[in-house]
């Protein structure tokens, strides 16, 4: 288990010598001369190879290599986050290089000196997450992209690091936001014009997703490509917390079929698969979609029983092999079960499954109440770490984490006493501590192996004394390089395995090296300081170091670790006149009036989502001008522009058929458009661009029937459903609420302020909406963690733009478990002194958040027609509403809002609505006109 230690496994395979293919954003592919080569993206290449074409550094003179700078980014920003993810990319001698609550800094790339340093407006808010990780930034397009972990996109200026735009990626992403389990921890990618994202969180029962953006921070894509169903049906139907699924780390693309490849996360809850019985289709799976539609081509599951939380993790890799003698296209991807798989990269095909890295790769099923040994651990294998190839060895590179832990399940009357809620932390994972189950003597380590992928066998392998975190780089000269967990950068021969050259940081290494040269000369950059799950933790600096050829020798003294080290594991009938809209449509010629207009098909009636589809139906609309056609007109839906009006004045949007919505329907431009081959005059054009309508999509209403109540009410009932006669998920619980005022040391309101409340455990956190002029806040709340505890131990905290206000280390705050609370917070007078814990005293008040679909009608111009009494939709999707006398005689036309409201009272399936919950008017985004029925006079 020692560096250097060399095991052959094998016989090398048939050398192929590729020539390397220019590809988009990729580094000038030059090897001698002094022209500067760069390192665009997390893995240098859209593909992800993570290969350099440089050669000055060789086998040869690999020992000669020294220090030529360390960047402290905790001496250029005191008290920054300690800790380092961060991979860093290099453009034109600059290297950009993130800490872990995500700002950015400009780097001189031979000298070390800081150009710039950009960090978000409310970087203090992160200072209270609970997970503080950030893996770089994206260029393209002259821009820097970057991520941030309270889930917006990032554009700056490479050359000042001024902020050129952020959004929130929520507005794409519906419920894409913190305050629901979503973070941002990965680099994103940007390849031919468009930047890809994911996010974190499966562990909350989120729902993976993968969007894509313009480089201007608009949609590229007119859906996200969700990973896995809604909430509340298929696989996720048992509770709200049945999810994840999530892409949280980069995303590969292969520019010569613009085919973007992913990996998903384990589903949650991790440890728990009752609740989410069968294959999770989805889950731990290789995904490949058009990049310029986000349309699925194919998928494949790594693993389709996981109740050990091994993730698809590894950011795939694309490239051109030979196998059996003839060249394939291959994307492939290592598991943190600690197994390789590769796949032609067109239609899915395996040709290599089940390949495996590790030395010990052996987990039972999991026994409620006893403890069992497993190898790997929930770390893995392979995490996050990218692996390399090397077009001149044919080699796949994998450094890996050899880890085992012994998981206990916990029992069903464990599961029973716990609401699994929305931020709940239950992963069905007992607590305690099981080393003695493991191997005799068992302590984790690291390794570092080569794939032939010309025969799939493991060629060769070494160990490392700490598992690896970071991955692998090559370079054309045929070395190989890795940072360990024990803090030593290595090189070594790419084609042997012998470990050439070690140098020690002074810190874990959790992060891989970037490749550039500057001048000719070539250099080898890496960010040192660790991460809290391996290693002793490794969160005690944040560091850019390079090296280079005539570097200083001099090295630091190295982490110190624990004799035994054992790795954690984390813890069709419509009524009346309704549209069906059951396939593409296309729209009739509106009516000739005098105004524009933009008519759409519709409504768009939800289906069961299908593992095997992309889950969208083409919706046709149609743009007019006094009843005339409008060619050229570029149609905005939600953001999402779509390819400008044909001669027709047609264009077509494809709809989410799986969630109620109604997409807002507007025109971005209408400056080249004609009307009869004719240009539209400026005030034509200002008149075609006032034009807006909606595409709904909503739950079928059949079965309508109505009658005249007690005095003179009407009485309306029907059924809501999808799919083959499937019933919406009833009215149920969501989670708890948090509300209150924030003050300042003289009593007056703060305006935007943000409460971040924690679980001891650290399982689960929650940020509130900033606060308003009056400094009210309110939060979802779910005290309760792992331990049971009643009342629950939290950390509160406050941040105010770039100031934070917390509590003493080790100092929580009680609160009731699993009920509402109100918590009044005034600050002290100076930001960075400590809360007064004194002063925290949560009072418990009734009532919590509720989520359910309210069904209503309205009459004339659109007006909501207040019901007097409603039922809730009951576990068949039966309905009640009971109307006014006054809409008696009115055409009604049904609409649908999923809804998450408070309330003192418990609303049941098939029970009373409280008349308080109907809104006024409709939200723009309510489905609407899903049904018409005439009401009795």
Partial sequence: MFSGRVRLLGVAGLIVLLTLTALTGSSAARRTGTASVNWLNFGNTPNENRYSPLTQITPGNASQLGRVFTYDLNKVVPGIKKGQQSYPIVVNGTIYVTSGDD??????????????????????????YGIVANRGVAYCDGKLFLLTLDMTLVSLDPATGAQ?????????????????????TSAPICVNHIVVIGAAGSDYGVRGFVMAYHTDLTPAWANPFWTIPPSGTEWRSKALLVGGATNWTPETVDPTTNTLYFGTASPSPAYYPSLRPGSDPRADSLIAVDLATGKLKWWQQQLAFNEWAYDTSQPPMVYTAKIGGKKRRIVSVATMEGMWFAYDAVTGAPIYQRIKVLDNVEHPNLVPGQPVAVYPSSLGGLNYSPASYDPETNYIYNA?????????????????????????????????DFGSYLQTGWK??????????????????????????????????????????????????????????????????????SIYSVNGNEYVAITVGGTTTSSNGGTAASQLQVFGLGGSSTQSTGPSFATLQRAGSPPERVAASAATAHARQRVAASGRGAS??????????????????SNTQDVQGRVTLAGKPVAGVDVSVDGWVAPATDGEGMFTYPADNTMPARHVVRVASASGATVDGHKLTPVQQKEVASATTGISVGYSISDVATHVGPEGTIVLSGLISYGKGLAPHPVQLYSYELTGTVTDANGNPVKGAIVTTRTNDH????????????????????????????????????????????????????????????????????????????SLNPQAIPGAIYRGLLVGVVGGRGRVIKPLSAKWPD?????ELVLPASARGLVAKFWEDERQFFTTTEPKPGGAVDPAVYPKSLATDAPQALATVKLPG
């Fill in 596 to 613: 524009a207009k933009i008519v759409a098909a519709g409504p768009v009636l939800i289906q069961a989502w299908d593992p095997n589809t």
């Fill in 400 to 432: 890996a984490a050899e880890t085992g832990s012994a998981l206990e399940q916990q029992t069903p009357a464990q599961e029973q006493i716990q609401q699994l809620l929305v931020g709940n932390t239950f992963l069905g994972l007992a607590n305690g």
């Fill in 103 to 128: 700002q950015v800094f400009a780097v001189n790339g031979v000298t070390g000196a800081t150009i710039w340093h950009y960090a978000p407006d409310n970087v203090a808010t992160f200072k209270n």
């Fill in 444 to 513: 984790d380590y690291g390794s570092i192996s080569a794939i032939d992928v010309g025969t799939g066998k493991l060629v060769w392998k070494f160990d490392t004394p700490q598992p690896e975190r970071g991955g692998v780089t090559t370079t054309a000269s045929g070395l190989g390089f890795a940072g360990g967990g024990d803090g030593n950068l290595r090189a070594f021969d790419a084609k042997t395995g012998s470990v050439l050259w070690t140098f020690q940081t002074g810190f874990q290494i959790a992060s891989g090296p």
């Fill in 164 to 184: 050129l735009g952020r959004v929130a990626i929520g507005h794409a992403v519906s419920g894409a936001y913190p305050t629901y389990g979503y973070s941002e």
């Fill in 763 to 838: 399982k689960f956190w929650t940020f509130s909406e900033p606060t308003g002029a009056n400094g009210k806040y309110t939060s979802f709340l779910v005290a309760a963690d792992q331990e049971g505890d009643n009342p629950v131990p939290m950390t509160v905290a406050v941040s105010v733009g770039t100031n934070a206000y917390t509590e003493p280390t080790s100092d929580f705050v009680n609160f009731a478990e699993l009920k509402s609370s109100m918590l009044d917070i005034q600050l002290p007078s100076s930001p960075g002194v400590t809360l007064v814990k004194t």
């Fill in 875 to 879: 576990a068949n999707g039966r309905f």
